[in-house]
């Protein structure tokens, strides 16, 4: 056996050293398949230009100007920066909330940290939120209604839509040349 099973005792420690790294960390963050959003609590006298927040396709400054940054390091994986954001709100409590989102480049990939300094995450354990074909842009929306389509065709034993775009050719070009015989053609 090449791959050594976790007992249920070595998984659980495994989630909890997780989970203290993570809970170590100055900031909280969050994601979902297609972005990111990060959370760092600052005094509540703090307005936007007290801080350096500093957004690049694949690094991320940010922090309180004249300190050392609490977040200062690449990123695992490109974003869009036109399509980041920050804002600064007040919290209950009197201090104030910075809130950064990140928008992914790829929209198909968990990350394991915000900067790839930090402790990772066991991305396999991430249960995605249920989501709706409406709320997918619209190419990747396509590409599901697709595969949906193809595999119910396949539980069916019916072709999938390339399959079918195979036959409905080989039919076109047999309905333009009826003198071929196409009795022993092989579709591949």
């Keep these: 056996m090449a791959d050594k099973e976790l007992t249920k005792?070595?998984?659980?420690?495994?989630?909890?050293?997780?989970?203290?790294?993570q809970a170590a960390l100055p900031y909280k963050w969050a994601q979902a398949i297609g972005d990111l959003d990060i959370t760092v609590e600052v005094p509540g006298n703090l307005k936007g230009k007290d801080l350096n927040v500093d957004?690049?396709?694949k690094k991320l400054v940010l922090g309180i100007k004249g300190q050392e940054p609490i977040i200062n390091g690449d990123?695992?994986?490109?974003?869009?920066?036109?399509?980041?954001?920050?804002?600064?709100?007040?919290?209950?409590?009197?201090t104030k909330i910075l809130e950064l989102h990140l928008d992914k480049v790829n929209k198909m990939q968990w990350w394991e940290h915000v900067i790839t300094t930090a402790p990772k995450i066991d991305v396999t354990k991430i249960q995605p939120e249920?989501?709706?074909?409406?709320?997918?842009d619209g190419e990747t929306r396509g590409m599901v209604?697709?595969?949906?389509?193809?595999?119910?065709?396949?539980?069916?034993?019916?072709?999938?839509?390339d399959e079918q775009k195979k036959l409905d050719m080989l039919k076109k070009f047999q309905d333009q040349h009826p003198e071929l015989d196409f009795s022993k053609?092989?579709?591949?």
């Design 55 to 57: 957004i690049k396709k």
């Design 130 to 136: 249920n989501s709706k074909l409406g709320d997918l």
């Design 9 to 21: 005792e070595e998984e659980a420690a495994a989630r909890i050293k997780e989970e203290e790294e």
């Design 75 to 94: 990123l695992p994986h490109e974003i869009h920066v036109d399509e980041s954001t920050w804002t600064l709100t007040t919290s209950p409590s009197g």
């Design 185 to 188: 053609a092989k579709m591949n």
């Design 145 to 161: 209604e697709k595969m949906m389509y193809d595999q119910r065709q396949k539980e069916m034993g019916k072709p999938t839509s």
